[in-house]
């Protein structure tokens, strides 16, 4: 565009409104488009696979930890009972 328009201001190929250079400019968007599409395409399919990893890990993740708590409260009932009985002998 400043070729044509300074350099080549005696001779020029291509007039103000630059119909040529918008010529040029649609034709490479309109080869890009579909390699961005794509791109965006293989992005949205590597995000999904990944969020369903997440998904997985946090459920395996939130399952041992009920496990845990649940292993924490039978723990916790023993020792209760314990020190109950503990208590009873005393008296």
Not at 9 to 17: E, N, Q, R, T
Not at 31 to 55: E, G, T, V
Request: aromatic share 8%; hydrophobic share 40%; glycine share 2%.
């Amino acid at each position: 565009m400043a070729l044509n328009t300074w350099l080549l201001s005696d001779k020029v190929f291509d007039a103000y409104p630059y119909v040529f250079l918008n010529l040029v400019l649609g034709i490479i968007c309109g080869l890009q488009a579909p390699f961005i599409m794509m791109s965006q395409n293989r992005q949205s399919h590597k995000d999904r696979l990944r969020s369903d990893l997440d998904y997985q890990v946090n459920l395996k993740n939130e399952l041992a930890l009920q496990e845990i708590l649940q292993r924490l409260k039978v723990l916790e009932r023993d020792y209760l009972r314990l020190t109950s009985e503990k208590r009873r002998d005393r008296e």
